[in-house]
């Protein structure tokens, strides 16, 4: 599954917390939009104060995958397309 452009909750490792930032490692989780995923980790944007700053673009952090335990977001079920129906017309 990719985790790219989703709003994700991520419950840290012991290793994760320690990485953070002092006001994000705090709680249990840390709820953050994926910005990018490579093989180092997801790079994710927190919509805090933390990560403010008065440049053009919003800054980014990497959560490497060892940092996180498990994550949680929502899933949406692909409909397959729909068909007419064969047979005959009348």
């Keep these: 599954m990719t985790l790219a ?3 994700v909750q991520f419950w840290l490792s012991l290793a994760g917390k320690a990485e953070l930032p ?5 709680g249990e989780t840390l709820e953050a939009l994926v910005v990018e995923e490579d093989r180092l980790g997801v790079w ?3 919509a805090n104060e933390v990560s403010q700053s008065s440049q053009d673009a919003p800054e980014v952090m990497l959560l490497k995958w060892e940092h996180f335990c498990t994550a949680l977001t929502g899933y949406e079920v692909p ?3 729909e068909r007419p129906a064969a047979g005959f017309k009348p």
């Design 79 to 81: 409909q397959p397309p």
């Design 44 to 46: 994710i944007w927190v």
């Design 5 to 7: 452009g989703k709003t």
């Design 22 to 26: 002092e006001p994000l490692s705090g």
